[in-house]
Nanobody, 123 residues
Framework: QVQLVESGGGLVQAGDSLRLSCAAS????????AGWFHQAPGKEREFVAT???????YYADSVKGRFTISRDNAKNAVYLQMNTLKPEDTAVYFC?????????????????WGQGTQVTVSS
């Protein structure tokens, strides 16, 4: 059982950076796969990044080299460091968690979701 709350979104210019945070509740959160997804108006939710046991990570091609996902198990938190932001990154960003998944990129595989935080990047 996990509850998630995102924070850190805002309005920035292209090329700027933001750091999103996801605070989690749950005794065994460190055992869960954690991920970030985003969703633009009128579009489906898209995979951004995920991390699992052993601090392994996987990223969408569109953010590889620019974004970094990390977690601090002592604080029950997951982070998304976003550098060199582009206007096409504009979306609501959600953190998500699940005990086990077959496809990290599939939003339908995740059981727990936060409410989302808005990221807007102007050109």
């Amino acid at each position: 059982q996990v509850q998630l709350v995102e924070s850190g979104g805002g309005l920035v210019q292209a090329g700027d950076s933001l750091r999103l945070s996801c605070a989690a509740s749950g005794r065994t959160f460190s055992r869960y796969v954690a991920g970030w997804f985003h969703q633009a108006p009128g579009k489906e939710r898209e995979f951004v990044a995920t991390t699992w046991s052993g601090n392994s990570t996987y990223y969408a091609d569109s953010v590889k080299g620019r974004f970094t996902i990390s977690r601090d198990n002592a604080k029950n938190a997951v982070y998304l460091q976003m550098n060199t932001l582009k206007p096409e990154d504009t979306a609501v960003y959600f953190c998500a968690a699940v005990r086990s998944v077959r496809y990290y990129q599939d939003a339908g595989e995740y059981d727990y979701w936060g409410q989302g935080t808005q990221v807007t990047v102007s050109s």
